[in-house]
Every structure is written in structure tokens, then in C-alpha cells.
């Protein structure tokens, strides 16, 4: 049967590429003042959703929350495989932690609907905190099963179930679950596939159209009537949704201060190949914790 997979993405700054105007003074990220990427194992889930669809059938519905600038990450989801894309923006949802985050795409995925299967990344590169997915899986009220490196089987029928392999610190665990589920998937469980390029020519120019505006105000050609309503966007109001819980009002987690760490290198020390020194070396860092 088809499966209604909705996939969460993060538009986030490239971290190979920081400056020193990476952070504001109250402590969220600069993000107009660093090149913006798609959240890297994002893309690994959407990948899983695309191989799903291809060999069960499915419709991918890719939502992100973000500035107006994350149409490009959606967009790129689009041109890789995605059905519909929906940005979730509004000044109301800025400076969100992760509980605020989690509780903005709840709402957001209960306006869309039904679905079998949410795919989030492990984590995104500019928090490290892989707690949006946990959560917004303990907000639905449905399974969640994180650190996914493979997707084994799903059986279809009166009660659709899915195989998969979970990395794990000492191997993987093999763990089924019930449908609807929330999986986190990791960055060795596949190599994302590049955009298609017929897709790209064919809706590069495309622009999102902000629920209940009308097509004379998009400014597009009439051509992309139908297209449009796969680009949407979705604010405060569209979702109906209480604003202290939102953004940074809804955010109990605070930076408290932000300092500047610069390495330096350490006095060096240089060791003969010899089983004495490479002994005593290992005694070394054993005794300073470095080494279990």
C-alpha cells in the first residue's frame, strides 16, 4: 500500500564556514551572516522516504520551520524527490529551542493530517542535541525508534510493521515497530541521491505561496497554478496555535554566556617506535583519562 511519509528538514549554517558573526548577543545564531546548507543526515532521511516510495509507493511530504531563506533547502528537497513542501515561518517562531521547535512541527503535522511514517535526521549540525525527532515523536503520541542505520523490511497488511537496524555504541540492535513511527536516521544508512536535474529546470523559478493568498499575487506565470499548491507556507495564524508556546517566548532553555575559544597548540613530545616508549605512552594517556 502507499505510505504517507512526511519528512522534517533543518536549513542550517554550513559549520566548515563560521565567523566570528556566528552568534547574536542574546545567544541564538547569526544565521543571515553564514552560507546555508540543508542539515546533512536531513537529506540520508529523505533519501530513506525516496527508496520507500520507489519500492512501496508512497507520497513524501518535506516540512521545515524556518526564515524565508529556507525555501532554498525545500526546494532542493523538491528537486530531489519530494511530493509537497511546506515552509513553516513566522517572527513569532524565531529564537525556538528544541521543545519550542518540536511543538511548532507537532502542529504543523497535525494540520496535514494522516500519516504512517515520520523521517527526521539523527541531529543537525548547528545544536548536536538529536532531540527535536525524540520529542516531537513523544508529543504525537506515537513509536519512535532513533539512530537508524537501515530500514530491513516493512510488512504490509491489516497491521503494517517495520524492520530496522539501529546503530548502537558496542554493534546494532534489529527492532520492529507498529505504524505510525518516528525514525531518526544516521548519515552511514545511505548516500543521498543529487537533484533531478528535469525537476530543477522545471521549477527553479517556483515561489511559495503563503496560505489563502491569491495566484495574481504570487506574480507567477498561470502555468504554475497546479504546481504551486506543492510550495506552501504556513505561519502562526495558518496553524492556529498558542504564541507563548512558540519561539523564543516558548523556550525555557537559555544561553547564559558565550565565549570565545581559541586553540592553541600544546608543547610537543616525540616518541621512538620502540615497544618501551609506545608502552609507556599508552601508560601516559591511560593515567590522564585520555585512553580507557
Known sequence: MPFKIIVTVKQVPDTQQITGEAMKPDGT???????????????NALEEAIKIKIKYGGHITVISMGPQKATEALKECYYRGADDVILISDSAFAGADTLATSFTLKCAIDKIGEYDLILCGRQAIDGDTAQVGPQLAEKLKINQLTFISQIIDITEGPENRMIVKRSTENGYEILKSALPVLLTITNNANKPRSSSVKRLLSFKNMVFRKENTPFEETGLDPKY??????FKVWDIESLGVDKSLCGLQGSPTRVKKIKDVVLTAA??????????????LIRELREEHIIG
Not at 225 to 230: G, N, R, V
Not at 267 to 280: A, F, M, P, R, V
Open 29 to 43: 545564531v547569526n544565521r543571515a551572516a553564514l552560507p546555508a546548507i540543508v542539515n546533512p543526515e536531513d537529506l
Open 225 to 230: 497554478l497546479s504546481a504551486s499548491e506543492h
Open 267 to 280: 608543547g610537543t613530545k616525540q616518541i621512538s617506535g620502540s615497544e618501551e616508549d609506545i608502552s609507556n
